[in-house]
């Protein structure tokens, strides 16, 4: 039996640990800030949504310097630096006095956030063995798949259960695990140039190699960023309010059940035969979440849609790894930074569009839009990779 290099090291089970934390608090302030800008400050609804856009436009926009700092001046001083951001950045929750001072507090914890989840890519990068990588990562993004779960549930329940102010504190504690997760991460540094910038050139800014694959990511995530902020909204309408709080936890259940097996297949047997009926898992779920009438089928859907999506963004991220694998911190930086704005665009477009087609209707629609990412991952991508059963992949220049 062939003997694997060891995956499951204190290091990497560490930068996994830092990231479920970083991306917990985000997840959980993600559906209880525009709640609390509401019933405390006495935001209208129309301005609370501020307080998620600032964040995300705070992500988007140090994620490619991120990326390049990480190749310039070393993972460890990057990360040590983005999660003390996003811990202090926490700590002055409980202290702001109006609604433009915490929209000031939101931009600094989101740069904290897209640079720590880009720095903490690039170690865990590092950290897995080549031979491994796609099961590897695909276990890395769990980390974020369970705290998509958990945290919307837990800031849901303290607020109903407790106050804003435990919520912050609770946060608090959450973002110093996050820290010390990363401080006793152990990282081998790349060898770093001799000339740094901490403003690189634009030419450097992204990996053009990463863009394709990450064009094709954001394309799909316009579909996901409806399902993932109006789920239950949609599931209200149909009276399956009960159940939608569900649905992300079967998401998450399927997700763990086959993360063994397709991290594997994807190292034995390449890209494409993972992604391409991973798209197509994916389109389904959404065409199944159109139809849902009864609890059992938007069950159903949320499954498939863990299914496939779940396997798609570490496939993805995988891939953009494998094209500059010496600048894991730039691949990482461009694929999310593009992947980013795709989900941000299509957090406010869907939201138009639904107004005035119903949620039904949009589904089903993008359902479709999914389904023609197949054509668009071939083109841009899968045409140009050559897979040789049990063999790593090789890629035609």
């Given at each position: 039996m062939e003997n694997k290099p060891r995956l499951w090291t204190g290091s990497f089970l560490?930068?996994?640990?830092?990231?479920?934390?970083?991306f917990l608090v985000f997840y959980l302030l993600f559906v209880t800030m525009p709640i609390y800008t509401m019933e405390s400050i006495g935001v209208a609804e129309g301005e609370a949504g501020l307080v998620i856009t600032v964040f995300l436009l705070a992500a988007i926009f140090i994620r490619p310097l991120s990326g390049q700092w990480t190749e310039s001046f070393g993972r460890k001083p990057v990360v040590i630096t983005a999660l003390s951001i996003f811990l202090g950045s926490t700590f002055l929750y409980l202290w702001f006095e109006s609604f433009s001072a915490l929209l000031v507090i939101r931009f600094i914890q989101g740069i904290g956030f897209g640079m720590g989840t880009t720095a903490l890519g690039a170690i865990a990068a590092d950290i897995i063995p080549e031979q491994r990588k796609g099961e590897g990562l695909g276990y890395f993004a769990m980390s974020m798949n369970f705290a998509?779960?958990?945290?919307?549930?837990?800031?849901l329940t303290l607020v109903q259960k407790a106050s804003f102010t435990v919520m912050f504190i609770v946060c608090i504690g959450l973002a110093a695990i996050a820290f010390l997760s990363?401080?006793?991460?152990?990282?081998?540094?790349?060898?770093?140039?001799a000339q740094r910038s901490l403003v690189p050139s634009m030419q450097t800014l992204l990996e053009k190699p990463v863009i394709p694959i990450a064009l094709t990511g954001a394309v799909m995530a316009l579909a996901y960023a409806g399902v993932l902020s109006f789920v239950s909204v949609y599931a209200n309408q149909l009276g399956l309010a009960e159940a939608?709080?569900?649905?992300?936890?079967?998401?998450?259940?399927?997700?763990?059940v086959s993360r063994p097996f397709t991290g594997k297949w994807f190292d034995?047997?390449?890209?494409?035969?993972?992604?391409?009926?991973?798209i197509i898992v994916f389109g389904v779920g959404l065409l199944?979440?159109?139809?849902?009438?009864?609890?059992?089928?938007?069950?159903?859907?949320?499954?498939?849609?863990?299914?496939g999506w779940g396997t798609l963004v570490p496939s993805m991220q995988t891939i953009a790894l494998k094209k500059v694998p010496e600048k894991a911190g730039a691949a990482t930086a461009t694929f999310f930074t593009i992947f980013d704005i795709g989900m941000g665009v299509g957090s406010y477009v869907v939201g138009a569009i639904a107004t005035g087609i119903g949620f039904s209707s949009?589904?089903?629609?993008?359902?479709?839009?999914?389904?023609?990412?197949?054509?668009?991952?071939?083109l841009l991508h899968g045409r140009k990779v050559r897979t040789n059963k049990g063999q790593q992949v090789e890629y035609s220049r």
């Amino acid at each position: 039996m062939e003997n694997k290099p060891r995956l499951w090291t204190g290091s990497f089970l560490n930068v996994c640990a830092s990231n479920f934390f970083v991306f917990l608090v985000f997840y959980l302030l993600f559906v209880t800030m525009p709640i609390y800008t509401m019933e405390s400050i006495g935001v209208a609804e129309g301005e609370a949504g501020l307080v998620i856009t600032v964040f995300l436009l705070a992500a988007i926009f140090i994620r490619p310097l991120s990326g390049q700092w990480t190749e310039s001046f070393g993972r460890k001083p990057v990360v040590i630096t983005a999660l003390s951001i996003f811990l202090g950045s926490t700590f002055l929750y409980l202290w702001f006095e109006s609604f433009s001072a915490l929209l000031v507090i939101r931009f600094i914890q989101g740069i904290g956030f897209g640079m720590g989840t880009t720095a903490l890519g690039a170690i865990a990068a590092d950290i897995i063995p080549e031979q491994r990588k796609g099961e590897g990562l695909g276990y890395f993004a769990m980390s974020m798949n369970f705290a998509m779960v958990i945290g919307p549930f837990l800031g849901l329940t303290l607020v109903q259960k407790a106050s804003f102010t435990v919520m912050f504190i609770v946060c608090i504690g959450l973002a110093a695990i996050a820290f010390l997760s990363g401080l006793v991460t152990r990282v081998v540094e790349q060898k770093v140039p001799a000339q740094r910038s901490l403003v690189p050139s634009m030419q450097t800014l992204l990996e053009k190699p990463v863009i394709p694959i990450a064009l094709t990511g954001a394309v799909m995530a316009l579909a996901y960023a409806g399902v993932l902020s109006f789920v239950s909204v949609y599931a209200n309408q149909l009276g399956l309010a009960e159940a939608a709080t569900y649905f992300f936890v079967v998401y998450a259940l399927v997700l763990l059940v086959s993360r063994p097996f397709t991290g594997k297949w994807f190292d034995q047997y390449g890209e494409n035969v993972i992604v391409i009926p991973s798209i197509i898992v994916f389109g389904v779920g959404l065409l199944t979440l159109s139809f849902s009438n009864t609890a059992f089928i938007l069950l159903v859907s949320g499954g498939l849609i863990g299914l496939g999506w779940g396997t798609l963004v570490p496939s993805m991220q995988t891939i953009a790894l494998k094209k500059v694998p010496e600048k894991a911190g730039a691949a990482t930086a461009t694929f999310f930074t593009i992947f980013d704005i795709g989900m941000g665009v299509g957090s406010y477009v869907v939201g138009a569009i639904a107004t005035g087609i119903g949620f039904s209707s949009l589904y089903f629609n993008s359902s479709f839009i999914v389904f023609g990412a197949v054509g668009l991952y071939f083109l841009l991508h899968g045409r140009k990779v050559r897979t040789n059963k049990g063999q790593q992949v090789e890629y035609s220049r």
